[in-house]
């Protein structure tokens, strides 16, 4: 058994972590921890876990005590937290998968430019996105758990982008969000008059997760990109809905795209490459990322489709699939849960 913590289990993505661990047959919960929250009885926080926990209270964390009996500590903490806690926690010998944006960029001045002033640079974490990077999870010992939107859209253009097939300098993502995505606090525009039966674009041209997800690309591509990303706020609970436009340098057909989807993610547990264009009722409730796409007449525009929970493949579900990575478990432990529909 994984002796695990968790920090931060008060949000959703916390609640939805400690949901997933409690089920684990791998892992024993040694520790629930929070700041803000810290005395108040789980139960209280996330009252659908009901018989799953009792009177537990939220402890305040001592980072020392933590990383010491833990051999796990997943951080599901705002951002600027984990650059302050996880070298303490790797110090003491325990892993971290942190779900927060501090450990994503390799150049600590992006991070800086969207985010804060980062405390400790000279740490650095592997960007747990499986399906690029499951051999470098094996070994981590700190993963950097990607953001929700950056999943849907780099899944989504990565076998076109590692083959060199699409003009860089025109990528355009389009992305719909669940009201979950925005977090547990209470906002005006998640207010229910006010998100219900509404959609709005938000963040447009400067979103966070805008250089997160060209950095990813550019990567696959091995040169620069030029990515145009919005987002969007649907009157939905879960899921993110990605839409990738791209050009092709040369034409192609639907059937040769599908086919070359197909085999670049060949054997991938949680990644379906469907015949149709995703929906988000076909992910809900799962780890899965579904992709479909379509072609122009003239085989030059691509647009690439995909579909996640973004709780799960886009948060704790996608941290709990690279713990098992790390640990040696089969990747897909404890995440066995098939999509609700509808």
Known sequence: MIRVALVGVAGYTGGELLRLLLRHPEVEVVGVYGEEHAGARLVELHPHLSGLVGEEKVEKPDYGKVGSEAELVFLATPNGVAMRVAPRLLREGAKVVDLSADYRFDDVRVYEKYYTKHESPEVKGVYGLPELYREKIRKADLIANPGCYPTAAILA??????????????????????????????????????????VSAYSATRHRHLPEIKQELEKLAGEEVGLCFTPHL?????????????????????????????????????????????????????????????????????????????????????????????????????????????
């Open 157 to 198: 253009l990565a076998p076109l982008m590692k083959g060199k097939m699409v003009d860089p300098g025109r990528v355009v993502v389009d992305a719909i969000s669940g009201t979950s995505g925005a977090g547990r606090g209470l906002r005006e525009n998640l207010h229910h008059p006010v998100c219900g039966e509404n």
């Open 234 to 342: 649907a009157p939905v609970v879960r899921g993110i809905l990605s839409t990738s436009h791209v050009f092709l340098r040369e034409r192609s057909s639907r059937e040769r795209l599908l086919k070359l989807y197909r085999e670049f993610y060949s054997g991938e547990p949680f990644v379906r490459v469907v015949e149709g264009l995703p929906e988000l009722n076909y992910v809900v409730g799962s780890n899965y990322c579904d992709i479909g796409l379509e072609v122009s007449e003239d085989g030059r525009w691509v647009v690439v489709v995909s579909a996640i929970d973004n709780l799960l493949k886009g948060g704790s579900g996608q941290a709990v699939q690279n713990m098992n990575l790390r640990f040696g478990i089969e990747e897909t432990k404890g995440l066995e849960a098939l999509p609700m529909r509808p």
